[in-house]
């Protein structure tokens, strides 16, 4: 059996690799990476791509009011984010809360409650996608589609947006602008997202994922059930809805909120191998092509290239690991019934199987795992609570390493070029120069912002859980004693202040404090990340470019690639070992004849 | 100034016991603010403190007094040690500082009453000089102040600035006409005229440096303490929450206690970057140190980082890529002459001849051909010397009249007393000035005997130093007054990447904002007046101090001995001070790793007892656990304190190679190192009862 996981996970990995080198080139057409000569805001060496996309989106802007589109300096750039983010985020409030008057609530679903809505605003806003609510039960086919979907496109196109401005960083010389916001967020989502979500939305719904102007279906009882009034229906409704097109996009924009309350362990939003194979590939495709594509904008593919193998050094270990522990049996469920046969057979995928839906098995649910909480989907097809302790370890680290291994569309490499202008600094010192990066000088101000792009996170997520611990009837959200309820509890807060948005399960976080400090760890690690990255951006375009020597410190050699990791590790173990012995590395060191074990 | 060599000071017990003390006057508050990481440390030392204090008062609490009082020892400790590191690194300079200032005495000055020597004196004391008196300066007298020579020539003796006991000659205009206060006339008489009011001199502007008194943080070591600033943060928020997330495990498990104070403040100074924080001013001060004693003087300590960024060196030719001059390479011989018979003519006429190319002609005749030096007098022979009338020297003997010249003189010559120059020797003029060396053309009456090749001669091993220059992806460039085809010989003789020739302060102006425009840092030396503009246009501008006031105010760095190879110096020592302050902050880094070994088993194996096997160095208890590691903590810095003075080992090598190396030894010691040590001051703890 271990040989097929070991093919099954090599194959999907092989497949993501083949579709993100397929999209480089698009994506790398999407931006026009050089200074503006024209003041325009128009590509200057028209394609044909760039041209019909420039006569898509003239009219649109010209809709929207934008006549003339003009580059913005950092500061304007920066207040553009937050103005869109304001009005997304009022924008979904409203409609969450206006439910009832708006049209296609066929559910006649009442108004969202105010601190539910104000938590899905905010995370979705922040492309965190925390679910404190159950999709099919709370909210209707409008606001899963024009609320949640829209954000969807429009919270992956601004992380994209950011990595463009730090790009410009690096290849603008002297310049004192970064580009338009407006301009980048239009063509991000019309020249990428969207092509991109209808083609994985059609391949989805081929494969059963349902898609429905339709709220539900009834549907016969093959077997007799009473419920719980003692009734006997004789048809269940079955619920569906616009799901195809949420769910494509969810898992390309690295957004993570599902239709439905069970995610992608729903048959309707998963049901096959195939379509998990196509959701792992989705969620990996843009943020590994975002570092290729990178090395073509700054002029050297092997800078990209070094980029996207520091995230591989970072993930590969973990999907190894993973896949180990969820392949291997449950020591627990052994010493507790020993009759129980966990093997692997021609009969039965072996295993630890709590929690993970049989049609996948445990290794791509695994796979899955990790890749959701290393890009910053959040998107789940199996219980993470219900992970060994230390596969549940791989999926919350993941998450605590700021969310730069593939991380969030656009922001995950940003976030990745951040730790690397600060492995610059420390390594361009050790070999006696003034450090820098791609021929730009990295002084204190890039630092100052650079340091904040990597400490807040992990800065919110510590304080987040401490909070909750020292708020007795908080803390009892939890819904496990022991280790185990601390790691369900810290979780939750390195899910939202990380923006990944997935859930440890078990924790139930309905309360003022839950909703609205989850809310709070989203939104400040969300902006308080993009916006030091899009001040660097704007630093680093206005500085002359350093010229290349030997005596230039290489950044695309091995060498310099275990660095970055290095550095990443090393931030991420610093700042949550404490943490994490409290939580899993307890619970995974636990002898199993203590106290029945730790479930 | 004495060239003190870095141990010398590391084993003076003087300056340890005066850093000592000076350790603990560095505790003021005020001061300590300016490196936020020992802030935090000293702030954090001064609670642990108190605590132990309402311990032993008899406040209740979980932890054993003494178990916080060795916490609270152990911070100040580290506090301390970092102090002391700082005072180390002031106290080599305050002994260079104190030696200067003897040389400051208080002196009589004998001011002008107009510039001119006979004009009446007003004796007023040095102190009281102001920029624009006019003094007058005569043998035996200290010079009083900095100044521009207006009138007179004398010799002084500048040993008490640049060791040099050499005298040098200072005379009204041209390129020497500087007088450096502290320095002594040995003879004659100078009217100077003040330049520097009383503490702006350069003597005043060089004990501020080397005693770092009034020292700028420059611009990386800002955006390093960014860094560990943020570190710290992290750090503060990782141990403040440890707390609340221990209670919460105490109430989960049902057994244990959550974490004192003291253990929390162990496990703060422990990850905290205090190995770098407190390390940082000593490195800064050292690499300045460093600067001084190769007797250069920057302006500032951004002048020493830059040094270590330049990539592009300006060099002139003449004493830096060649020995001063031009020396006599071969004899080659018209046609129907013998080399040795136009060895010996050329030796005949340049016997008399004290110029170094004369005598080095009379060297390459005795190499040679074995001819040995005469007496041109007892030869009864007339010496002709070179005058700028004439353009040729040699002498006269025996009704022959050897003359040698520059070749069109010589053909003048020749032509006006009726011959003729052979066409041949024409040619080989030709060939030796295209190999980039000076043809001198020798003639006997009107008879042309041959030609001798000058050469400037490249210093020894000057071509390894630009290759290993090259390596570490710095570019050399000569300048030289030569014209392009002299020029270009000696560059590819020398190694050099390129070359200007003819160069006019203009051309020298325009090549530095061309390398800047294309992104590179230039770093020149120049010592006249006409070389200012350029110095004041290159990132690093190393000023001779024998040259010109403007040109030192352009510049911002003065090399005393006024060696232009010192240039190379510099680079290295700015590398050297970059690469010590990263190769420290990795160290510092990558040593937290143990300490979570050391301190997390300890601090929740109370807990979870099942934590416990996370303690790989198996320490005797969970006190001497956190002690040994805060004790090591402290430790490091103390014996990473004489490689802050010295700075990390520095080779020209490229980056690449550079990285690797420094990554493996400071990188990977840095993670292994503290296993062994914490284990070894573990077993100490133990041995000395500590339970």
């Keep these: 059996m271990m040989i097929s996981a070991w093919t099954e996970v090599a194959a999907i990995l092989m497949a993501t690799t083949l579709a993100a080198i397929t999209i480089t080139p698009w994506l790398a057409a999407v931006f026009r990476m050089g200074a503006d000569s024209d003041g325009s805001g128009e590509p200057e060496t028209d394609g044909w791509f760039s041209r019909s996309l420039g006569a898509i989106q003239r009219p649109l802007l010209r809709a929207a009011g934008v006549w003339h589109i003009r580059e913005m300096t950092a500061t304007e750039y920066g207040i553009a984010i937050l103005l869109f983010h304001g009005a997304g985020f009022g924008l979904l409030l409203f409609l969450l809360r206006c439910q009832p008057l708006l049209p296609w609530n066929p559910d006649r679903l009442p108004s969202v409650p105010w601190l539910i809505a104000l938590n899905t605003a905010a995370s979705f806003v922040t492309n965190t996608n925390w679910q404190a609510y159950g999709g099919e039960t709370t909210l209707s086919p409008l606001s899963q589609a024009l609320g949640l979907t829209v954000q969807n496109f429009l919270s992956a196109a601004s992380g994209l947006c950011v990595l463009a401005v730090l790009v410009r960083g690096f290849v603008r010389r002297g310049s004192p602008t970064i580009g338009s916001f407006w301009h980048d967020l239009v063509r991000v989502t019309l020249g990428l997202l969207l092509p991109l979500a209808i083609l994985v939305g059609l391949l989805l719904a081929s494969q059963g994922v349902v898609q429905s102007f339709d709220t539900g279906v009834d549907v016969p009882l093959v077997e007799e059930t009473l419920t719980a009034a003692g009734e006997a229906p004789s048809t269940r409704r079955v619920v569906i809805g616009p799901v195809a097109s949420q769910v494509a996009i969810k898992q390309l924009g690295t957004n993570g909120g599902g239709y439905f309350n069970a995610n992608g362990s729903h048959p309707f939003e998963n049901p096959t191998p195939l379509t998990n194979l196509l959701e792992i590939v989705a969620m990996l495709m843009i943020p590994m092509a975002s570092c290729l594509a990178f090395g073509r904008w700054v002029g050297d593919r092997r800078q990209g290239y070094a980029l996207l193998a520091t995230m591989a050094v970072l993930f590969l270990p973990f999907v190894v690991l993973i896949v180990r522990f969820e392949t291997s049996p449950n020591p627990w469920l052994a010493a507790a019934v020993p009759s129980i046969d966990q093997a692997t057979s021609s009969e039965q995928d072996g295993g630890s199987l709590e929690g993970k839906e049989v049609r996948f098995g445990p290794a791509s649910s695994a796979l899955f795992a990790v890749a959701t909480t290393a890009t910053s989907c959040g998107g789940v097809n199996a219980m993470h609570d219900s992970f060994s302790p230390l596969g549940g370890l791989v999926t919350m680290w993941m998450i605590q390493l700021g969310e730069v291994v593939f991380g969030g569309v656009g922001t995950g490499l940003a976030g990745l070029v951040a730790y690397t202008l600060v492995a610059v600094f420390v390594a361009g010192l050790m070999v006696g120069r003034s450090p820098e990066y791609l021929g730009k000088k990295i002084e204190s101000r890039e630092m100052k912002m650079g340091m904040i792009v990597l400490l807040v996170p992990p800065i919110v997520t510590l304080v987040g859980t401490a909070a909750a611990c020292v708020l007795p009837a908080e803390a009892a959200a939890a819904s496990n004693p022991g280790p185990h309820g601390f790691s369900e509890l810290l979780y939750a807060f390195s899910s939202a202040g990380n923006n990944n948005g997935s859930a440890f399960g078990g924790l139930s976080a309905t309360s003022a404090f839950w909703t609205l400090g989850l809310a709070a760890a989203m939104l400040t690690s969300r902006l308080l990340t993009m916006l030091p990255l899009v001040a660097i951006g704007g630093l680093l375009a206005a500085k002359r470019t350093v010229a290349e020597s030997p005596g230039t410190l290489p950044t695309h050699t091995p060498l310099f690639v275990l660095l970055v990791a290095g550095a990443v590790i090393l931030v991420g173990a610093l700042s949550f070992v404490p943490a994490l012995a409290l939580g899993p590395i307890a619970e995974a060191l636990q002898p199993p004849a203590a106290g029945g074990g730790p479930r | ?691």
């Excluded at chain 2, 030392?45 to 152990?74: C, D, K, S, Y």
């Design chain 2, 1 to 691: 100034m004495t060239h003190n060599e870095p141990a010398g000071i590391l084993a003076d017990p003087g300056v340890i016991l005066r850093a000592a003390g000076q350790a603990l006057t560095k505790l003021d508050p005020r001061r300590m603010i300016r490196s936020p990481v020992m802030f935090t440390i000293e702030v954090g030392a001064a609670l642990i403190t108190l605590l132990a204090v309402a311990r032993l008062a008899g406040q209740p609490g979980t932890e054993h007094p003494a178990f916080i009082a060795a916490v609270a020892a152990g911070l100040w400790a580290t506090v301390l040690f970092a102090n002391f590191a700082e005072a180390m690194a002031e106290g080599r300079g305050r002994a260079q500082a104190d030696a200067l200032r003897r040389t400051r005495s208080d002196t009589l000055a004998k001011r002008l009453a107009a510039p001119h020597r006979d004009a009446a004196i007003d004796p007023t004391p040095s102190t009281k000089l102001r920029a624009g008196d006019h003094i007058l300066i005569e043998a035996g007298d200290i010079v009083p102040g900095d100044g521009e020579v207006i009138d007179g020539v004398a010799s002084v003796d500048e040993s008490a600035i640049t060791g040099e006991s050499a005298p040098v000659i200072r005379e009204s205009g041209g390129d020497r006409n500087t007088v450096t206060g502290g320095t002594r006339l040995l003879s004659d008489w100078l009217v100077v005229r003040i330049t520097a009011n009383p503490g702006e001199s350069f003597l005043d502007r060089m004990i501020t440096m080397v005693e770092g008194a009034k020292r700028q943080k420059t611009p990386n070591e800002i955006a390093l303490d960014i860094l560990l600033a943020g570190l710290t943060l992290v750090f503060l928020v990782v141990t403040a929450t440890l707390l609340p997330f221990s209670m919460h495990a105490v109430a989960t498990a049902g057994r244990g206690e959550p974490l004192g104070l003291a253990v929390l403040a162990a496990l703060f100074v422990c990850l905290a970057p205090t190995t770098i924080g407190g390390l940082l001013p000593a490195i800064g001060i050292a690499g300045i140190d460093r600067m001084v004693r190769a007797n250069v003087l920057a302006t500032s300590g951004r002048a020493v980082e830059a040094a270590g960024d330049v990539d592009v060196l300006l060099l002139d030719k003449t004493g830096t890529i060649t020995l001063g001059n031009r020396q006599a390479a071969r004899f080659l011989p018209a046609s129907g002459v013998t080399e040795r018979e136009l060895a010996e003519a050329a030796q005949l006429a340049s016997l008399a001849d004290e110029t170094p190319e004369g005598r080095s002609i009379v060297i390459l005749a005795k190499e040679r051909h074995g001819l040995r030096g005469r007496d041109v007098e007892s030869l009864g022979a007339t010496f002709i010397p070179f005058t700028a009338q004439t353009r040729t020297s040699g002498v006269d003997l025996d009704g022959r009249q050897i003359r040698k010249g520059a070749r069109d003189t010589i053909q003048k010559a020749v032509t006006a007393a009726g011959g003729s120059m052979p066409a041949e020797v024409n040619r080989i003029c030709d060939d030796v000035a295209r190999a980039g060396a000076t043809p001198l053309v020798v003639v006997d009456g009107t008879r042309v005997l041959g030609v001798i090749e000058l050469k400037d001669v490249v210093k020894g091993g000057i071509a390894e130093r630009f290759k290993e220059l090259r390596a570490m992806g710095i570019r050399t460039v000569m300048i030289t007054g030569d014209n392009p085809l002299t020029a270009a010989a000696i560059a590819a003789e020398a190694g050099v990447d390129d070359f200007l020739a003819e160069a006019t302060p203009e051309a020298k102006l325009a090549m530095i904002r061309r390398y800047q425009q294309e992104g590179h840092l230039v770093a020149m030396t120049g010592d006249g007046t006409n070389d200012a503009p350029a110095l004041a246009q290159a990132d690093v501008a190393v000023a001779m101090n024998s040259g010109t006031q403007a040109a030192k105010e352009a510049g911002n760095m003065v090399d005393l001995d006024s060696n232009p190879t010192k240039l190379l110096e510099i680079v290295a020592v700015g590398k050297q001070l970059l690469m010590t302050r990263g190769s420290l902050t990795t160290f510092s880094l990558a040593n937290d790793v143990s300490k979570y070994f050391a301190i997390v088993p300890a601090a929740f194996g109370g807990i979870y007892p099942q934590l416990r096997a996370l303690d790989v160095m198996r320490l005797h208890s969970p006190t001497t656990a956190v002690l040994a590691a805060v004790a090591f903590n402290a430790l490091v810095i103390v014996g990473l304190v004489p490689m802050a003075l010295k700075g990390v080992r520095y080779r020209p090598l490229p980056a690449a190679v550079l990285l690797r190396q420094n990554l493996l030894v400071w990188g990977l010691g840095g993670l292994l190192l503290p296993f062994p040590c914490i284990k070894l001051l573990d077993m100490l703890l133990a041995t000395c009862g500590v339970p």
